[in-house]
């Protein structure tokens, strides 16, 4: 039996994901599709639109046949770490022979050959020791990083330009993966798949979802217009839940959350009160090197309590969560190297680590901020379909 694996955030599902995972299972060869999902969190630094067990669910109609979820720790970190998590539990998993992913380039061959050696000297190189270096200079990790890949890619010679190429999230996300299994020593095939423009980008559809509902209908199938309809996230609660969680927190506090530097920790503890809401807080810290993205996952730092840790380098995790199936068949061919959380006995020998115990507030707030029953996040029921 093989797998191909997909690392996303179905934020929410549509006919954009639904074409990725039936052209993945055609282009692979593979008997099953395995979907790795964000959190009730996501990397952009918010809630998802819907809860992870509702696009887990939805997942399966749209061509996923195992649903596995990406801890919170990272499903919430930059690219990087975004990436390395879905990668290493990819990898974890015997069965799992390909990796399929979205970019906005027209020719996947060349984008393989080239972003492979460009992954292979970046992680050959002191990578990090040149973005320190460029970050005296530049202080985005974002532009000095990019800048550090375009210099290796002159030294490459390389046949496309790399500063614009990953200048496109998917490009860039795509690279990530690359350079994780190549970390990792995987044997996993990367497969990019080019994204079709007539399928409208999930940001879109988001701001739709909010403002103009009516619009959405072509975009989504319908039983993931039914699950938009019935409850979506609060946003605005949210957002009200962070800037309380800012204002009651010393500089002390602030400096020590994921992400945070010298002067967003002076910046957020001095501008916070005298802000009207979280819009204007992020509008009024963000500058020419303090990106807005960096900010939103900030945000979620603050809500869920991150503090800066050294858990982002783990090359094991304590568990892997399984949220659904399409055929309980399927989980008798699941071979992985890390323990599987399917059933409330599995998850009694990780519960107290401390990746749990965060998985687990980051459930029961989001539970909270929308109405939601709330289940312990380890305890969640398995979703079956057949």
Same mark, same amino acid.
């Given at each position: 039996?093989?797998?191909?694996?997909?690392?996303?955030?179905?934020?929410?599902?549509?006919?954009?994901?639904?074409?990725?995972?039936?052209?993945?299972?055609?282009?692979?060869?593979?008997?099953?599709?395995?979907?790795?999902?964000?959190? &009730?969190?996501?990397?952009?630094?918010?809630?998802?639109?819907?809860?992870?067990?509702?696009?887990?669910?939805?997942?399966?109609?749209?061509?996923?046949?195992?649903?596995?979820?990406?801890?919170?720790?990272?499903?919430?970190?930059?690219?990087?770490?975004?990436?390395?998590?879905?990668?290493?539990?990819?990898?974890?998993? +015997?069965?799992?022979?390909?990796?399929?992913?979205?970019? &906005?380039?027209?020719?996947?061959?060349?984008?393989?050959?080239?972003?492979? +050696?460009?992954?292979?000297?970046? =992680?050959?190189?002191?990578? &990090?020791?040149?973005?320190? =270096?460029?970050?005296?200079?530049?202080?985005?990790?974002?532009?000095?990083?990019?800048?550090?890949?375009?210099?290796?890619?002159?030294?490459?010679?390389?046949?496309?330009?790399?500063?614009?190429?990953?200048?496109?999230?998917?490009?860039?996300?795509?690279?990530?993966?690359?350079?994780?299994?190549?970390?990792?020593?995987?044997?996993?095939?990367?497969?990019?798949?080019?994204?079709?423009? +007539?399928?409208?980008?999930? %940001?879109?559809?988001?701001?739709?979802?909010?403002?103009?509902? =009516?619009?959405?209908?072509?975009?989504?199938?319908?039983?993931?217009? %039914?699950?938009?309809?019935?409850?979506?996230?609060?946003?605005?609660?949210?957002?009200?839940?962070?800037?309380?969680?800012?204002?009651?927190?010393?500089?002390?506090?602030?400096?020590?959350?994921?992400?945070?530097?010298?002067?967003?920790? =002076?910046?957020?503890?001095?501008?916070?009160?005298?802000?009207?809401?979280?819009?204007?807080?992020?509008?009024?810290?963000?500058?020419?090197?303090?990106?807005?993205?960096?900010?939103?996952?900030?945000?979620?730092?603050?809500?869920?309590?991150?503090?800066?840790?050294?858990?982002?380098?783990?090359?094991?995790?304590?568990?892997?969560?399984?949220?659904?199936?399409?055929?309980?068949?399927?989980?008798?061919?699941?071979?992985?190297?890390?323990?599987?959380?399917?059933?409330?006995?599995?998850?009694?020998?990780?519960?107290?680590? +401390?990746?749990?115990?965060?998985?687990?507030?980051?459930?029961?707030?989001?539970?909270?901020?929308?109405?939601?029953?709330?289940?312990?996040?380890?305890?969640?029921?398995?979703?079956?379909?057949?």
């Amino acid at each position: 039996m093989k797998i191909c694996a997909i690392i996303c955030e179905l934020n929410p599902p549509h006919k954009g994901h639904e074409y990725l995972f039936k052209k993945a299972r055609e282009l692979s060869g593979c008997d099953y599709i395995m979907a790795i999902l964000s959190g &009730d969190f996501v990397q952009r630094g918010e809630p998802a639109i819907l809860s992870a067990k509702k696009r887990a669910e939805l997942s399966l109609s749209i061509g996923a046949d195992i649903v596995v979820a990406i801890p919170t720790l990272f499903s919430t970190a930059c690219a990087e770490y975004f990436a390395k998590a879905g990668v290493m539990i990819a990898n974890s998993f +015997k069965n799992v022979t390909h990796l399929a992913f979205g970019i &906005d380039f027209d020719n996947p061959a060349l984008y393989i050959e080239e972003m492979s +050696k460009l992954a292979l000297e970046s =992680n050959n190189q002191n990578f &990090d020791e040149h973005i320190k =270096n460029e970050l005296k200079i530049m202080p985005s990790y974002a532009k000095s990083k990019t800048k550090v890949l375009g210099d290796i890619a002159k030294q490459l010679n390389l046949k496309i330009k790399v500063i614009d190429v990953l200048n496109e999230a998917n490009n860039m996300l795509g690279f990530e993966y690359m350079r994780a299994m190549q970390k990792l020593n995987s044997s996993i095939i990367p497969l990019p798949i080019i994204r079709q423009k +007539k399928f409208e980008k999930a %940001t879109n559809l988001r701001l739709w979802i909010q403002t103009d509902f =009516n619009s959405v209908a072509e975009f989504v199938n319908d039983k993931t217009l %039914t699950k938009l309809k019935e409850n979506i996230c609060d946003y605005k609660k949210f957002k009200e839940c962070v800037l309380f969680n800012y204002s009651k927190k010393s500089l002390a506090d602030i400096r020590i959350l994921r992400e945070v530097n010298e002067e967003i920790a =002076n910046k957020i503890y001095n501008l916070c009160p005298n802000c009207k809401n979280l819009d204007d807080l992020n509008m009024k810290t963000k500058t020419k090197f303090i990106t807005h993205s960096r900010l939103t996952r900030i945000n979620v730092a603050c809500l869920l309590d991150m503090i800066k840790c050294d858990e982002l380098s783990l090359n094991e995790l304590p568990y892997i969560k399984v949220l659904a199936v399409k055929n309980r068949i399927v989980l008798k061919y699941l071979k992985c190297k890390f323990p599987l959380i399917l059933r409330k006995i599995d998850a009694d020998s990780v519960f107290d680590c +401390k990746m749990a115990k965060l998985d687990d507030k980051a459930h029961r707030i989001y539970c909270s901020m929308n109405g939601e029953q709330y289940t312990s996040w380890l305890f969640n029921k398995l979703i079956i379909l057949n």
